[in-house]
C-alpha cells in the first residue's frame, strides 16, 4: 500500500475554505485516492474518493494533479462541525481491503 | 438500516478477566473489519473477515486476541486474558462489495466502537 503523509493539525476560522492536501508519491496505476473523515468519539465516515482530476460530492471536493503523486481535499466554507480528523488513503481498485489510516489530519474550525 | 452495530459501547473490566466484544454488521455487505484505536498508535486494523472467512489476522496483536464470524450478521472479538495496555476504542466496520468496475470496496461504514478500559 503506498505511504501517505499529510499534516498532523490545521485550524481555521468558520466560513473559511479549508485544503488539506496529501503526498502519496509512491500511488501505484490502479490506486484509488479515498478520504475519510472521524468526528470525536465516532467511528471514521467515508466521505470522498477519486482517482483523477476533479471529484465533487455534497461534502467536499478532491483535486488530484495529472502525476497523481498529491491529492488536496476541499471543504468549502468550513463551521464548527467541521472539527474532526481527516484521513487521506490510497488503495487498490482491487485486491487487498484492508485500509492504513495513519494518523490523520486533525482540523480544529475556530468560532 | 440501522448502521453497523456494535456491543457493548463501554467496558471497564480488571486485568485478567476476558472480554468479549460484539458487532452486527450491515445487512448485505459481505467485509467485516476490527479495528483498536489509542492515542499512540492511531487506527490500527486487527483483522477482516470475507464471506464469513478470516482473511487478514496478521494485524492481531498476539495469541489473546481472537475474532469469530459465525454468520454473517455476527461477529465476536475476545481478550482473554485483557491486560491494561489492551484498553483502546475498538471498533468494527462492514463493506460491501461493488460489482461495477467503476468503483472500488473501499467505502467501509464503522459502528459507534467499544471503549475498553482495562483496570
Known amino acids: 500500500l503506498a505511504k501517505t503523509t499529510q499534516p498532523i493539525s490545521m485550524d481555521s476560522y468558520e466560513g473559511q475554505e479549508v485544503n488539506i492536501t496529501c503526498s502519496h508519491n509512491?500511488?501505484?496505476?490502479?490506486?484509488?485516492i479515498t478520504w475519510y473523515q472521524q468526528f470525536p468519539s465516532q467511528g471514521p465516515r467515508f466521505i470522498i474518493q477519486?482517482?483523477?482530476t476533479k471529484v465533487t460530492n455534497e461534502v467536499a471536493s478532491l483535486f488530484i494533479p495529472a502525476d497523481r503523486k498529491s491529492s488536496t481535499l476541499s471543504l468549502p466554507r468550513v463551521s464548527l462541525s467541521d472539527t474532526a480528523v481527516y484521513y487521506c488513503?490510497?488503495?487498490?481498485?482491487?485486491?487487498?481491503?484492508?485500509?492504513?489510516f495513519g494518523t490523520g489530519t486533525r482540523l480544529t474550525v475556530i468560532p | 438500516d440501522a448502521g453497523v452495530i456494535q456491543s457493548p459501547r463501554h467496558e471497564v473490566t480488571e486485568m485478567g478477566q476476558e472480554v468479549t466484544l460484539r458487532c452486527k454488521p450491515i445487512?448485505?455487505?459481505?467485509?467485516l473489519f476490527w479495528y483498536r484505536q489509542t492515542m499512540m498508535r492511531g487506527l490500527e486494523l486487527l483483522i477482516y473477515?470475507?464471506?464469513?472467512?478470516?482473511?487478514?489476522d496478521s494485524g492481531m496483536p498476539e495469541d489473546r486476541f481472537s475474532a469469530k464470524m459465525p454468520n454473517a450478521s455476527f461477529s465476536t472479538l475476545k481478550i482473554q486474558p485483557s491486560e491494561p495496555r489492551d484498553s483502546a476504542v475498538y471498533f468494527c466496520?462492514?463493506?460491501?462489495?461493488?460489482?461495477?468496475?467503476?468503483?472500488?470496496?473501499?467505502?467501509?461504514?464503522f459502528g459507534p466502537g467499544t471503549r475498553l478500559t482495562v483496570t
Open positions: 466496520a462492514s463493506s460491501p462489495t461493488y460489482s461495477t468496475p467503476l468503483l472500488s470496496s473501499y467505502e467501509q461504514y
Open positions: 509512491n500511488i501505484a496505476t490502479n490506486d484509488y
Open positions: 477519486g482517482y483523477k
Open positions: 488513503l490510497v488503495v487498490p481498485k482491487t485486491g487487498a481491503n484492508n485500509l492504513f
Open positions: 445487512s448485505g455487505h459481505d467485509y
Open positions: 473477515f470475507n464471506n464469513n472467512v478470516p482473511i487478514d
